[in-house]
T-cell receptor, first 113, second 117 residues
Framework: GENVEQHPSTLSVQEGDSAVIKCTYS??????FPWYKQELGKRPQLIID?????GEKKDQRIAVTLNKTAKHFSLHITETQPEDSAVYFC????????????FGTGTRLKVLA | NAGVTQTPKFRILKIGQSMTLQCTQD?????MYWYRQDPGMGLKLIYY???????DKGEVPNGYNVSRSTTEDFPLRLELAAPSQTSVYFC????????????????FGNGTRLTVT
């Protein structure tokens, strides 16, 4: 069945450094890839997304890249700050018209001051 | 807009009891979803709906039922609660454009923390 693998499961970086989280998806028909940030005890919130017709998207310190051939996409956070500490989830749609999303298992990011 | 509203926020059930988790959204979204999140884990899709009167199973539907009688409401029913159903349950909604496969972001509710003992 459809599957999304996410690595690493935990990531610690020094404040100001960059963080990269990688996801691989299995369904070649997936065309939409959102990233969510979840703070402790809170709901997941969208931070950035990318569609399959785009290779890269950037929003201030956050960027996402997509490699359709290899079926993987990555989240890049530059100039990390303590408030970036959270769990980050990638997700992939299961194909056009299905409107389902499969989530990765999450990455716990710790930004050390 | 209130967005996606879930009730209750917390609940403790005894094994074998039943309950309904309520979810309502005021964004006129046609797609709605139920996910569960076990401690330290990702989100697993239980059921979803693409419109009133239409529901379908997700990855982990066993032990749950849903209905969608209106665009706004998407309740999740647990019939015979088991300890394995201890989890945080998130309802979500999204705007969907039928016919062209356009996906859009999920908007999540604040979750219901359920403990079955």
């Amino acid at each position: 069945g459809e599957n999304v693998e996410q690595h690493p499961s935990t990531l610690s970086v020094q404040e100001g450094d960059s963080a990269v989280i990688k996801c691989t998806y299995s369904d070649s028909a997936s065309n939409y890839f959102p990233w969510y940030k979840q703070e402790l005890g809170k709901r997941p919130q969208l931070i950035i997304d990318i569609r399959s017709n785009v290779g890269e998207k950037k929003d201030q310190r956050i960027a996402v890249t997509l490699n359709k051939t290899a079926k993987h996409f990555s989240l890049h956070i530059t100039e990390t700050q303590p408030e970036d500490s959270a769990v980050y989830f990638c997700a992939a749609s299961t194909g056009p018209g299905t409107y389902k999303y499969i989530f990765g298992t999450g990455t716990r990011l710790k930004v050390l001051a | 807009n209130a967005g996606v509203t879930q009730t209750p926020k917390f609940r403790i059930l005894k094994i074998g009891q039943s309950m309904t988790l309520q979810c309502t959204q005021d964004m006129n979204h046609n797609y709605m979803y139920w996910y569960r999140q076990d401690p330290g884990m990702g989100l697993k899709l239980i059921y979803y709906s693409v419109g009133a009167g239409i529901t379908d199973k997700g990855e982990v539907p066993n032990g749950y039922n849903v209905s969608r009688s209106t665009t706004e409401d998407f309740p999740l029913r647990l019939e015979l609660a088991a300890p394995s159903q201890t989890s945080v349950y998130f309802c979500a909604s999204s705007y969907g454009r039928t016919g062209d496969g356009y996906n859009s972001p999920l908007h999540f509710g604040n979750g219901t923390r359920l403990t079955v003992t």
